[in-house]
């Protein structure tokens, strides 16, 4: 009986290789143009108004684009449930952590000590403040119920919120791909709206599937309890006891 059930709940996760090729793709426009970028700056290209920033400090941009890379690439595999529980998983974590707080923090240092055009508005800096900090609040936490608490439950929920704050770049180069082609370089007000759309359509997602995760555990939970139940009618009555 033991073994139907495991079983079972082996085919109910499947290996999901779609999510990461999905959220590979979905990075690949900012990974390009962070490439294009480090290539800029390598090559000595010239400088204009809108890369002598880049230029005067290329230390946080080039930590930054290698940093968020790595995460983006890297953070994909750990939603593939076959690799959950494994080895792999707990070694790609302790690279991922450092890179996702190098992205956050090197984001977060562009935008306040960047010098920026006059136009940029202070609603854009805030807001990219707030997606920053999310980012690091997240990856504190899940770290927090790792190694503190042991409730890989909550850690996972915290760290798939991360990814999904550092994916929302992605997000924004889809969403203001067809505007742009339309009306050329989008405003300071509609850009704003892109980069705060971009994050909550992304923590959105994560949510869903942070509540989806949940309900099928404890769905696998309720059956392997009536599983056992049934080879030991005993068991349930002392699982209980043992909770109280």
């Known amino acids: 009986m033991k073994t139907e059930a495991r079983r079972r709940q ?7 290789w779609g999510v990461p090729t999905g959220l590979i793709l979905l990075s690949l426009t ?9 290539a800029e700056l390598a090559g000595g290209a010239e400088i204009t108004s809108h890369n002598e920033r880049f230029f005067e400090s ?12 790595v995460y983006s690439l890297l953070g994909a595999f750990q939603f ?10 707990r070694i790609a974590g ?5 890179a996702g707080l190098a992205a956050a923090l090197s984001g977060l240092w562009m935008a306040v000590f960047y010098s920026h055009s006059a136009d940029s508005g202070a609603a854009l800096l805030f807001l ?7 980012m690091v609040s997240s990856i504190v936490l899940g770290l927090f119920y790792a190694i503190r608490r042991r409730d890989l439950v909550r850690h996972s929920a915290w760290m798939t919120r991360a990814y999904a704050i550092g994916a929302a770049a992605g997000t924004e180069a889809l969403i203001i791909i067809g505007p742009e082609i339309l009306a050329g370089q989008p405003g300071i007000r509609f850009q704003v709206l892109i980069t705060g759309a971009a994050a909550v359509i992304n923590v959105t997602v994560a949510e869903y599937v942070i509540h989806r995760r949940a309900r099928a555990a404890a769905r696998i939970e309720t059956e392997q309890l009536a599983t056992e139940a049934l080879v030991e009618p005993t068991y349930v009555g002392r699982h209980i006891l043992n909770h109280r």
């Open 128 to 134: 990219r403040l707030i997606i920053g900090f999310s």
């Open 10 to 16: 082996t085919r109910r996760k499947p290996a999901l």
């Open 30 to 38: 900012p990974i390009l143009g962070g490439a294009m970028r480090l």
């Open 58 to 69: 290329p230390v946080p941009v080039s930590l930054h684009i290698i940093s968020a890379t």
């Open 94 to 98: 302790r690279i991922l952590v450092p």
């Open 80 to 89: 593939v449930p076959a690799l959950r529980g494994r080895r792999w998983h």
